[in-house]
Every structure is written in structure tokens, then in C-alpha cells.
């Protein structure tokens, strides 16, 4: 029998239209119902250029280069979705042949691509479910484990699995009952028909078509259930990541225009913005968000994927006309876990939809600071000093210009011009740790040669602090004077050794009228290294763990640098911690933490010392103050000071001129 005739007589295929019909109803009316809960936000200005987004979506939903750091996670689900994807385009072709009189399936084509590599790809799909269900029936792995989703996941993964088997089951027959000469290209299918090939031409034109419409159904089952479940995200997903922002590292802030706002920060979920919601649609509760939270991962009760999704039931609640008259802030998401946040952007660097947590929370924040004045103490005395005296550190604290004393440090306002601003930064003026730092960098500027100033008593806390708890009237102030101060002294280069600093000054000063070229003192020591204007000459003999500041490596990606210099230094021996460069954990010092005593599970920064001491250097090197005051503290906790200290890597080169 001709495998034309088989497939119109068997099948009768003209009755798929009526079959169609409904389950096509069911899936327009999910997809419109999540359109809606997106659509309950607030309008976002601008979208980004069209080529940019089709870009985004090629390179980071199709080829999934997020999902590979992990490889043997990201190969399952790349078999599995890329299974999928060139079986649904098989299919499209298949369509549009047989129901629009297209001809797709002729020659080299149809036996290379349609045979050959869709069996190749549905068999990966096979094994890549088969893989996903173990994991979740026997693996369970903590981040995956979610009750009230596990279960209709796991239907999914079968369902899926049933139309890919019947899939094969359905070619097997059409292979059986024709005698196809060229059904060895399609290998999946020949080896089931090689198993029925002991039926009756009549039995397996009978199994054919049951099989055939069997896979129909559960084709169809599956387009119609996707917009419902958790499979959403093959269509929210590729949606987020063309639309997501650019232009700003992870955790960068909106400005808010405080002299038009009614309000500050949000408290109801329809306050977010569109694209904020669409990141609730799009979330794969994969949980590397979680995975990567030094919150979570020290027992606090901050989970990014736990916040997105308690964020996603309460939207879907409030747009479907079921509230349940819960406070967004407090009863769905809890005051603990939005102080808990360090802001260290590794939710943001791991997931693979460019989800965004963190402008989420500090919105939240900002409601909390600015609408309610209710957010933990030692942070209200933090922002009290910023206010009243310029920085946020407490008791009795040197002038800003003290620890330069004896350097002849030349003041911007008194040397006229100067190729480089070195912002000194809180830190550095005000901690006697970190202002040993400042001396030692001095102390290369100079070996240099490097024409540079400082603003002295001029120069105010950037406010980045106040911004990230969430007071931002506060951090707007800081910000339009320090411009001022900068503009009126036309600076065009700064130089600063915090990261803090750094992010703010480059990213979200240009939002106030403040445009400059910013580098961090790690970029520019490694400049003069290459250009032979440092030399260090002393060996140090020393083992040297390098600890990836958040805010200088995964909010900036900056990496390089710092390594570079180590290997500069004569008897530096360099090491990595096992968490490192973009999968670094955090000090715990970020988001405002650095002013907040955690009593909550185990402090940040004693979880990284811990690593620290499991790696066994001889020194911790670090680039930024925070971090260096973190590794201080964490050392004296752990009674380490005779195994292990903590020094900038500009002390390291200082003690090498």
C-alpha cells in the first residue's frame, strides 16, 4: 500500500480542523489570560530597537548559553528544548505540505532533515525527559523541589514524553506498512518498525491509525495546557529576554522623579512595571537564583525564586478578580527577606531569562523607607550620618582629608586641574582599615608618575548606600551636589578603589548631568603595569586567594585586572576560591548590609571566610573596602589571624615597589 494512500485513508486527516478548534480556543484564552496579569502593570517607557531583541532572543533562548554553565543541567534541558523545537518545525513543514499544498518534503531535504535529523533530535528529547523525570522522582535537588508545582511539572514531563514515544511509534508503522527503501534515514523509526514488523499489513494500518490520532490528541492537549502551567515560559521566556533591559549592570536603579511622584516605591503588585511582571510569567523555577543567593544559602529567609513566584500567585489572584486582601509587602513577602538582600546581582548573573529580582526589592524598599519610615535601626542611623554629616559612619570619625595627612595629597580646588579625580570614598576617609589602602594607592600614583588630585573636604558620600535601602530623595541629594562639585571643577577622569563607588559614578551619575570616565583602581594599577610605570621589584612570597568583589566583578565585569596584577608581583603565588569570577559568593556587605547585624542563620561574611580557610592562602585579596572590612571581621570571629590576613591589591604592590 503507498504511503499516500495510507495516510489519507487511514488517517483521515481533513478531521483534524474540528479537532483543532477547541484545544486552539483553550490555548488563545491561557495566552490572553497571562497577557492580561502583565498588561495590570505599569506602561515601561520605550521598548528596545527590534534587531537588538530578535538578537537577545537567537543568542540567549535558542542557544542557551546561561543554561551551559551548568553542563550537565543545561545539556538536558538543551535536548529536550531543542528536541522540541525542530520537531515543532518538522511538523509546521509537514502542515503546510500536506494541508496548504506547500511542497517541503522532497529529495536530500526530506532524508537529511526531515528523516535523519528530527529522529536524531526526538530521540535526544526522549532521553533528556526520561533524565528531567529521574531528578525529580528520585534526585530531587533541593532548588527543584517545589509541592504545589512538582506535581503538575512532573504530568508535563510525561505528557511530553507519551507524544515524543507515540511520535516514533506513529513513523514506525508508516516505515512497517509501506516497506519505505528509505526508512533507515529515519533510525528511530526503523528500529520500532523492525519490532513490527511481524504484524499483518492490515493490523498495522489499524495500529497506524490509532496511533496517529492518538498523537494528534496529545499534541493538541499539550498546545492547550502550555499557557497554564509552568511551560509557559517557552513563550514568556524568549518575551523576556528580547525585552529585557540593557544598558545596566546587574542591579542598577531607576531614578525615580521625585518632584512628579504621588508615591514612593511600590507596595500593590500592580504598582511594577509591565516588564517586571512579564519576568513573574517567564520564571523556570530552575532555582539557580537560589542556588546563587548568599542570602538563601546562609539560612535567611530571602529566596529570589520563593520571591518571584509568591510575587507571580499573588498577581494572578489580584488580575483574575480573586483577591485575597493580602499585603503585598508583609503577608505575601515578608519584611525579613527584603532586608536581607545583599544586592550582590548573583540571581541576576544565574538566571537564564534575565529575570530581575533585585529592582524589585528595592522598590519594595523604598515603600518601606520613604512611605512608611519603617526599616531596621542601624541602617536609619547609617542614613541619619549621610544626612546630617555627609557619610554613614558612626561615632568618632577623623575629617575626611586625615588620613592623607604627611602624603602631600594635592586638592583639586587648590591644584587647579588634574588628569585624574582619585575618589577616595567613605571608606577609605573614615575607616582606619581602608585608609591604609588610600596610602598605599597614593603610593603607586606617585612611584608612577600619575597626575592626579583629590576633592578633599568637598567630596560627599556618593549616596549609594541610601539608594540601595531604598531612600532615594536622599540619594538623589548626594548625587545633584556631588555633579555640581565635579562639573564646577570640570573633571572628566576619576579614579576610586570602591567598587560602590565605581558602579555609581559610571552607571548612575550620567542620569544627573554627571558624565565621566570612570576606573576603578584596579583597572588603572594594571594600566601602569603594562606600561612599565610601576614596577614592582620586591618578591612577597606569598600565597594569594583573590576574592571577586560583587560590585566590581559581576555588577561590572571586571575580572581581569586584578588577577593581572597578582601575577605582576615577584613570589605571588595566585589562587581561586572554589566560588569564583561569575559564580564568586558574596561578602555580605552590599544592599546597605554593611550598616545591619545579621541574626538571622549564618553571617555572609563568615560562610566566605570559612571558603577562605578551606583554600588555605596565606592572604585574601580583595579591591574593595567592604569587603576588606568583612574579611577583618570574619578572621578575628574565626580566630584566624595567625593563619590567614586580608590586604588590598594595592597594598600587595605597594609592599612590592
Known sequence: MPFREL?????????????????????????SRVVRMVWAGQPEAGTAPALRMLREVLVQAIFQPRLFRERFAGSVHA????????????????????????????????????????????????????????????????????????????????????????????????????RDPWGIWSPGGWLVAQGLSGLAPEGQALWHRIAWWGHAVLAFWFIALVPFSLVRHILAAPANIALRREGRPSGAIQPVALEDAEHFGISAIRGFQRKDLLDLAACTECGRCQDACPAWQTGKPLTPKGLILNLRDHLAAEAGGRPSGKAMIGDVIREEALWACTTCGGCHQACPVFIEPIPKIIQMRRYLV??????????????????????PYQGAVPGRTDWAKGLDVPVLAEKGTAEYLYWVGCAAA?????????RAFVRILRAAGVD????????????????????????????????????????????????????????????????????HHTELIAQLLHEERVRPMKPLEQR????????????????APPREILRAIPGVRPVEFERTREDGFCCGAGGGMMWF?????????????????????????????FCLSMFEDGIRTKDAAETLRVLDVAELVAAAL
Open 370 to 391: 520613604m512611605e512608611e519610615a519603617r526599616f531596621p535601626e542601624p541602617m536609619q542611623a547609617a542614613l541619619r550620618g549621610l544626612e546630617n554629616r555627609g557619610h
Open 79 to 178: 535536548a529536550i528544548s531543542w528536541g522540541f523545537g525542530i520537531l515543532f518545525v518538522a511538523t509546521c513543514l509537514v502542515g503546510a505540505q500536506d494541508y496548504l499544498g506547500i511542497p517541503t518534503l522532497r529529495g536530500a531535504f526530506y532524508l537529511f532533515f526531515m528523516s535523519l535529523t528530527v529522529d536524531l533530535f526526538g530521540a535526544a528529547a526522549v532521553v533528556g525527559v526520561c533524565v528531567a523525570l529521574v531528578r525529580r522522582y528520585a534526585v530531587k535537588p533541593s532548588r527543584l523541589w517545589k509541592p504545589r508545582e512538582a506535581e503538575g511539572y512532573r504530568l508535563f514531563l510525561w505528557l511530553l514524553l507519551a507524544i515524543l514515544v507515540s511520535g516514533f511509534v506513529v513513523e514506525g508503522l508508516r516505515i512497517a506498512a509501506t
Open 597 to 625: 547585624e545579621e541574626r538571622i542563620g549564618t553571617r555572609v561574611n563568615l560562610e566566605r571566610t570559612e571558603e577562605a580557610l578551606r583554600v588555605l592562602p596565606r592572604v585574601v585579596g580583595t579591591a574593595c573596602p
Open 452 to 519: 592626579f588630585a583629590i576633592l578633599g573636604d568637598e567630596e560627599r558620600c556618593t549616596g549609594e548606600v541610601a539608594r540601595r535601602i531604598g531612600h532615594e530623595y536622599l540619594f538623589q541629594m548626594q548625587a545633584q551636589a556631588n555633579v555640581e562639585t565635579l562639573n564646577r571643577h570640570g573633571v572628566r577622569k576619576i579614579v576610586t578603589a570602591c567598587p560602590h563607588c565605581y558602579n555609581t559614578l559610571r552607571h548612575e551619575y550620567p542620569h544627573f548631568g554627571g558624565q565621566y570616565e570612570v576606573m
Open 544 to 559: 594569594v586567594a583573590y576574592h571577586d568583589s560583587c560590585y566590581l566583578g559581576r555588577h561590572n565585569g571586571i575580572y
Open 7 to 31: 495516510y489519507w485513508n487511514i488517517s483521515a486527516h481533513w478531521l483534524i480542523y474540528p479537532l483543532f478548534v477547541p484545544f486552539a480556543v483553550v490555548f488563545v484564552f491561557g495566552c
Open 430 to 438: 573614615f575607616d582606619e582599615r581602608s585608609q591604609k589602602v588610600a
